[in-house]
């Protein structure tokens, strides 16, 4: 069986931040400041930019938003920056604006408020979280990355792309991004300090293959990005939506390759002392493990043959697994994403009731002003990537995408294409550290090397959020490829 010895992770992803960071305090107040910046300057492109771009129009042409409106935007902009700066569920703080908006404003009632509470995509994390948990208990994700690590054969440059298939697996199947990478990091970045292969690189392969396979119709992205969509009518193919996220971050990574060849970084030789190794056995996946594969096999079969609800499957498939270990039972309940299920249902909630009162419609019509849809994508997908790198992907997707339907609906760009480079936008620069993919890489490396992998990885991510967006916005928007 492989043995990769590791500094576990620390305790918190803030504390991850401290250690890495020779002034913490002061790196957070430049990004949130960035973070800020961003946001604004985006607003005020799409509120006023018809007045720059559109010098023709009128005034009085222009839509305007009321108190009712302007308020509860300025509690979700405060919500964002409390999120970024603190570590708080912003989907907690969703739920309790929606309370204070909807119940003291509006004179809502709590059924009304929770009129488009989403309740599928919450049986949907909670299944699939809760059936992966227990591959990762019973040991069945170490298995398979052994058997994928000996099928090398000692060609150790493919290790990166190894790894970029598993964590595109993972997620493909409805394992989260993060609970993708934080159980294949440890593995993996062993392997690359053991290798010589560079663990920003290796770190970079493991959160792009994760990215990939994040919006296929089995996972909880893809079904957010979907129904979201759809309950603003304007559905997307969800075959597209996975091809596309796969395609771009299999580009993503090729350019990675390519910059850290020209830089010549792919072989890492500031590695200290070696990681103890030992793929010489691979351990034979048996009882449970047999199970739970067999079960992934049914569970497709399910979901994609007959279009059963992933969620209602994956809760079937894994009670009967706790039904074979029926006393490990609470540690897998313990394995669902419960925050994560919190931020969903929050975000939904509370852009729900934005919607309500007329938000969104109002600031879709403000960026139509612009008279330019590829430049209001644009804008959008560099708004969305920029706040991503610091905040919650889930929310940003759940605040943004439906600003996109007017803006189609009254021009000929794909809808697919559209959302598509929004979604892609969001979530390719998780690559930052400061968000929680970053954070595991950095976590995962050695005590000794976490100073240079956190500075590095900075630079990088930097150069991600600066061409990402932009590669997103010209391969999908303007070519109506979909």
Not at 77 to 95: D, E, R, S, Y
Not at 212 to 219: I, N, R, T, V
Request: hydrophobic content about 55%; proline content about 5%.
């Amino acid at each position: 069986m492989a043995k990769v010895t590791y500094h576990p992770a620390p305790e918190s992803e803030s504390e991850t931040r401290e250690q890495n960071s020779g002034s913490p305090n002061r790196r957070r107040r430049i990004l949130l400041v960035t973070v800020a910046a961003s946001v604004i300057l985006g607003l005020v492109a799409i509120l006023f930019g018809g007045a720059i771009f559109n010098p023709a129009a009128t005034p009085e042409s222009e839509p305007t938003m009321t108190a009712t409106q302007i308020i509860p935007l300025v509690i979700l902009v405060v919500m964002f920056v409390v999120a970024t700066k603190w570590p708080l569920n912003i989907g907690v703080m969703g739920l309790v604006a929606s309370f204070g908006v909807g119940y003291f404003m509006l004179g809502m009632t709590d059924k009304e408020i929770l009129t488009d509470f989403p309740a599928n995509i919450v049986i949907t994390i909670i299944g699939v979280t809760y059936f992966f948990s227990m591959a990762q208990r019973n040991g069945t994700i170490d298995i398979i990355v052994q058997t994928c690590v000996r099928l090398v054969r000692g060609k150790t440059m493919l290790l990166p792309w190894v790894f970029f298939l598993l964590a595109a697996s993972l997620t493909a199947l409805g394992t989260f991004s993060p609970a993708a990478v934080a159980l294949l990091a440890p593995a993996a970045i062993g392997l690359a300090y053991e290798s010589r292969i560079h663990p920003v690189l290796m770190g970079a392969f493991i959160i792009n293959g994760a990215h990939a396979g994040g919006f296929s119709p089995l996972s909880v992205a893809g079904v957010l990005v979907h129904d979201i969509a759809v309950k603003n009518g304007f559905p997307i193919s969800q075959g597209s939506l996975f091809a596309a996220s796969f395609a771009l971050n299999l580009i993503l990574s090729v350019l990675t390759v390519v910059l850290f060849a020209l830089l010549g970084k792919i072989r890492d030789g500031a590695t200290g002392q070696l990681a103890d190794l030992d793929t010489t056995r691979t351990a034979r996946p048996h009882g449970q493990q047999i199970l739970w594969l067999a079960l992934i096999v049914a569970m497709l079969v399910c979901a994609l043959g007959f279009h059963m609800p992933i969620g209602f499957v994956a809760l079937s498939a894994g009670l009967l697994l706790a039904l074979v270990n029926i006393k490990e039972h609470q540690t897998f309940i313990g394995g669902v994403s419960w925050s994560t299920v919190l931020l969903v249902a929050g975000m939904i909630t509370y852009v729900s009731l934005l919607q309500h009162v007329g938000v969104i419609d109002t600031l879709a019509e403000q960026a139509l002003a612009l008279g330019a849809p590829l430049l209001i994508a644009l804008v959008l997908c560099y708004v969305i990537g920029v706040g991503s790198a610091f905040a919650s992907s889930t929310a940003l997707l759940t605040a943004f995408i439906p600003l996109a339907g007017p803006l189609l609906a009254t021009s000929s760009l794909s809808a697919s294409g559209t959302v598509a480079a929004l979604a892609i936008a969001a979530t390719v620069v998780d690559v930052s550290p400061f968000s929680t993919d970053g954070a595991l890489v950095v976590a995962n490396a050695r005590e000794d090397d976490r100073q240079r992998v956190y500075k590095q990885l900075m630079m990088y991510a930097g150069g991600v959020v600066l061409v990402a967006p932009a590669l997103a916005w010209a391969l999908l928007v303007p070519t109506g490829i979909m």
